[in-house]
Nanobody
Framework: QVQLVESGGGLVQAGGSLRLSCAAS????????MGWFRRAPGKEREFVAS????????YYADSVKGRFTISRDNAKNTVYLQMNSLKPEDTAVYYC???????????WGQGTQVTVSS
């Protein structure tokens, strides 16, 4: 079992920045890849970014490339999402998730709300 807890969401003006954190517990953190997803009001959940077990194999959705950066600290069992140049369309609940096998995200956090005002 893996427990994931997100933090760092909030209200920010367009053009601002936030850093989300996701603290993991329960199994060896470096044994699974991590991803960030989001669900905007009235929309399907969508992929945002992912990172491999050792910090390589980083991928981003086209909509966030160049603005968001995913990273992880295996010593702290934490994955981060640095979000810069935020836009109102980034408003969503952001979730972190853990994958033991490729693209199979078995464990999810509760989510943290990010609201970007125009």
């Amino acid at each position: 079992q893996v427990q994931l807890v997100e933090s760092g969401g909030g209200l920010v003006q367009a053009g601002g920045s936030l850093r989300l954190s996701c603290a993991a517990s329960g199994r060896t953190f470096s044994s699974y890849a991590m991803g960030w997803f989001r669900r905007a009001p009235g929309k399907e959940r969508e992929f945002v970014a992912s990172i491999g077990r050792s910090g390589g194999n980083v991928y981003y959705a086209d909509s966030v490339k160049g603005r968001f950066t995913i990273s992880r600290d295996n010593a702290k069992n934490t994955v981060y999402l640095q979000m810069n140049s935020l836009k109102p369309e980034d408003t969503a609940v952001y979730y972190c998730a853990a994958a033991f096998t490729r693209n199979n995200y078995d464990y999810w956090g509760q989510g943290t709300q990010v609201t970007v005002s125009s």
